[in-house]
């Protein structure tokens, strides 16, 4: 039996999602079904100037959309809340205070011109910059003389020297730190908002959080947050940092690439259980050739599996996928993905042919009865067979409605044509082209008045 296992996703809301955090969220959310736990959403909105109540609603729009539903977050509640951090402030206050008491924390009054100048002089010395820890010894009287000049303080956490941070990571191994590489870093902010080291660690310890997945460019901020959970002694979580998402080009996946968010690849017409599965496979290795349905995939899922080699986001693969998601889709589910109503002939017709709705326009238009004019090939074709051929056509289709055996049957019979010189003729009058899907659920979807007029369109001696 294994022990259920608290998960999170934990988004700034600075932006949409991108391709690399739905990856996150989705194995943090498929390790909490895995095993029977919990799946958290916390919205990570202390930086007030970069973050914004509209890209936190799109957020939670897309998280839907892909299905990755949460057992607590800041619609649903649940007992660890507020899940938004922009109001947690008092429980973080509450929290600073204890570290200043403790000597665990202290004000810092630093300018930013002043600290710039340390790390430059650092920089210049061969040293990595690194707060020179200028306000960690002040007196009671140095505080209240800087405080009296209108400096509104940090508050930094004071590192504790000698030390060495150790911990496993779920995909990286064993990690050590000498504290003395850590210097002392910001827990508050000059307006008195939480830090991300500070806010991101504490609220996974509040909220229960067993194991953290997240992209590998937070691998080296864990050492400061094991710190802080250290001195407020609170719990621990497991961190598994998976490697991060490439393009096909090996460098890390940006804006160059294309698409990036979860957004953009759903407003071209991508299915969620698409993305889903390409992104699954994504770090994620073992024996993973079938699709899978989101509730299959729980049981699937190998949380020691998790790779830190950058995965390489391919959009073929990904299309792949969506061809394996729309075989998948009932007729009447195709149709209403492509725009086309209800209608499962539509979907039935072009369920093979097409892997974006774009794709569907040409074929929705031959379906509206907009024919492209034929070429000059496809003209001599319609002429070879002449009115008289369109004239029975369209009499035999009277009798056999749009069922394409019957009425092909019927036509060979009564123009001697056979194979190509029977369907080529009767392909390009119902559709001005000679390729496209199959003619039989062509006819269907036509329907047989439509049908009708097209092949007497032809039936008149030019
Ligand atoms: N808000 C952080 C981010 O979006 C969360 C990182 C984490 O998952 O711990 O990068
Ligand atoms: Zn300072």
Request: hydrophobic fraction near 40%; charged fraction near 25%.
């Amino acid at each position: 039996m294994t022990t259920p296992v608290v998960t999170r996703f934990a988004p700034s809301p600075t932006g949409s999602v991108h391709l690399g955090n739905a990856r996150t969220a989705l194995f943090s959310y498929l390790w909490a079904r895995k095993t029977g736990g919990r799946f958290i959403l916390r919205i990570e909105d202390t930086d007030v100037e970069r973050s914004q109540r509209r890209f936190r609603d799109e957020m939670i729009a897309e998280l839907q959309w892909l299905r990755l539903v949460w057992d607590e977050g800041p619609d649903v509640g649940g007992p660890a809340g507020p899940y938004v951090q922009s109001e947690r402030g008092e429980i973080y206050a509450a929290l600073f205070d204890r570290l200043e008491a403790q000597g665990d924390a202290y004000p810092c009054y630093c300018r930013p011109e002043e600290l710039e100048i340390a790390r430059k002089l650092q920089r210049m010395a061969g040293r990595p910059p690194r707060y020179p820890g200028t306000c960690r010894g002040l007196s009671a009287a140095q505080r209240r003389e800087r405080a009296a000049s209108g400096v509104r303080p940090t508050l930094r956490f004071a590192v504790p020297t000698d030390r060495v941070v150790e911990f496993t990571d779920l995909v990286h191994g064993p990690q050590r730190l000498q504290t003395n590489d850590i210097g002392d870093f910001i827990v508050r902010r000059e307006d008195g908002t939480a830090s991300f080291f500070f806010c991101n660690a504490v609220d996974d310890a509040l909220m229960g959080v067993t194991h953290v997945l997240r992209g590998d460019d937070h691998l080296a901020n864990t050492p400061r947050q094991l710190l802080v959970l250290d001195a407020l002694g609170l719990r621990r979580p497991d961190y598994g940092h998976v490697g991060l998402l490439v393009g096909a080009d090996g460098a890390p996946l940006s804006k160059r690439h294309g698409s990036t968010s979860v957004q953009e690849f759903r407003e071209r017409g991508f299915l969620g259980a698409a993305l889903l599965n390409h992104l699954y496979r994504l770090g994620h290795t073992g024996d993973l050739d079938q699709w899978l349905a989101l509730p299959e995939m729980p049981a699937h899922f190998r949380p020691e599996h998790l790779g830190k080699a950058p995965a390489r986001f391919d959009e073929a693969q990904l299309v792949h996928w969506q061809k394996e998601t729309i075989a998948r889709l009932s007729p009447a589910e195709v149709s209403a993905w492509l725009g086309a109503g209800d209608d499962p002939r539509v979907g039935e017709l072009l369920r093979h042919n097409v892997v974006l709705p774009k794709d569907a326009a040409p074929w929705l238009a031959v379906l509206r009865g907009e024919l492209p004019p034929l070429g000059e090939e496809e003209r001599r074709i319609v002429a070879d067979a002449g009115p008289g051929f369109f004239a029975a056509a369209a009499a035999a289709l009277s009798e056999s409605g749009a069922d394409l055996p019957r009425f092909a049957k019927l036509v060979a019979a009564r123009t001697g044509r056979r194979g190509a010189a029977l369907y080529m003729p009767l392909r390009l009058a119902l559709t001005g082209c000679a390729h496209g899907p199959e003619l039989a659920p062509l006819l269907a979807a036509i329907g047989a008045d439509a049908a009708r007029r097209r092949l007497e369109s032809h039936a008149q001696d030019p």
